[in-house]
């Protein structure tokens, strides 16, 4: 496993684990990032990344695309 961050532009994978606190996680989920759905990194800039996730896209900086291990 490696952390979303390590995902390179273009890239679907699939979501193997989320870590962190009870309320980080329950965020993720609510917005899509649920354990065995795919992801695509739309683009990174400085480790910030923009990801397509289900129908829509949303941006993650570092330290929560670091949570998200594929």
């Known amino acids: ?3 979303l961050t390590m995902a ?5 994978v699939t979501i193997r ?10 965020h993720l989920a609510e917005l899509g ?12 800039i400085a480790g910030n990344l923009i990801v397509q996730v ?3 896209r949303v941006a993650l900086d570092r330290s929560m695309a ?3 291990m594929i």
């Open 1 to 3: 496993m490696m952390p």
């Open 8 to 12: 390179k532009t273009g890239e679907t």
């Open 17 to 26: 684990k989320i870590t962190g606190k009870d309320e980080v996680r329950q």
């Open 33 to 44: 990032f649920v354990v065995d759905s795919n992801v695509s990194v739309v683009s990174e």
């Open 54 to 56: 289900k129908d829509s």
């Open 66 to 68: 670091n949570r998200i």
